[in-house]
């Protein structure tokens, strides 16, 4: 799993923060509930934040640096999910980058770097041979590489990303999801470096339902 990525928070971002807690949310405007909750998959004592997300998308793209700001602020009851969408196509090759990087534990290392060859450097990522050689530059041998990205087990977890996903009905992304209950959007918060804010309301909301 992709362990938050550390970066100062901005003095502009608390005080944002702060004022969006301090603003009762109403349901509908600020955020959405999920029609079936969904079983989190972290342990029962945590609060889950899932962020779903494509590597191709620049919306997606654009968010990273607000979550990295305020990842590494969550408390230790919160746990941070990443779950790559799937919507076929490119979407499904990018998930398999994602936890086949994963498998080959280089993922916090290159998360951040494949948002930055495609949005940057206008690779697409999407050949696994192009991958294989992306993955060499951070020490992964290329066959093991190529290996990784065809094997059985990544696409496992491809499907079951997709499976989650059709859980939650999310029709796009960005989207952050609170508890498997509670769905922020760039709609709903207002703008993408809303959503942490929102967010942050939500699992004190959370945290207020478990009596805590």
């Known amino acids: 799993m992709l362990k938050p990525l550390m970066a100062s928070l901005a003095l502009v971002g608390l005080a944002g923060l702060a004022q969006a807690q301090s603003t009762p949310l109403v349901e509908g405007e600020h955020y959405e509930v999920l029609v079936n909750p969904v079983a989190t998959v972290v342990e029962a004592d945590q609060i889950e934040v899932t962020e779903a997300f494509w590597y191709g998308c620049p919306h997606c793209y654009r968010l990273q640096s607000s979550l990295a700001d305020w990842y590494p602020t969550l408390d230790d009851d919160v746990s941070v999910v990443h779950l790559p969408a799937t919507m076929g196509g490119d979407w499904n090759t990018h998930a398999g980058v994602f936890y086949a990087a994963d498998d080959l534990g280089i993922l916090e290392e290159v998360h951040a770097e494949i948002f930055d060859a495609i949005h940057q ?56 999801v609170i508890d498997g209950r509670y769905l922020v959007s760039p709609s709903s918060a207002g703008s993408l470096e809303n959503m942490p804010q929102i967010a942050e309301a939500l699992i004190d909301k959370v945290r207020q339902e478990r009596g805590e």
């Open 121 to 176: 450097q206008g690779e697409r990522l999407t050949d696994t041979d192009e991958v294989a050689a992306f993955f060499a530059e951070h020490g992964v041998d290329e066959a093991e590489a190529r290996e990784a990205l065809t094997s059985f087990g990544v696409r496992s977890q491809v499907n079951q990303a997709h499976a989650r996903m059709r859980a939650m009905r999310l029709m796009g992304v960005p989207a952050l």
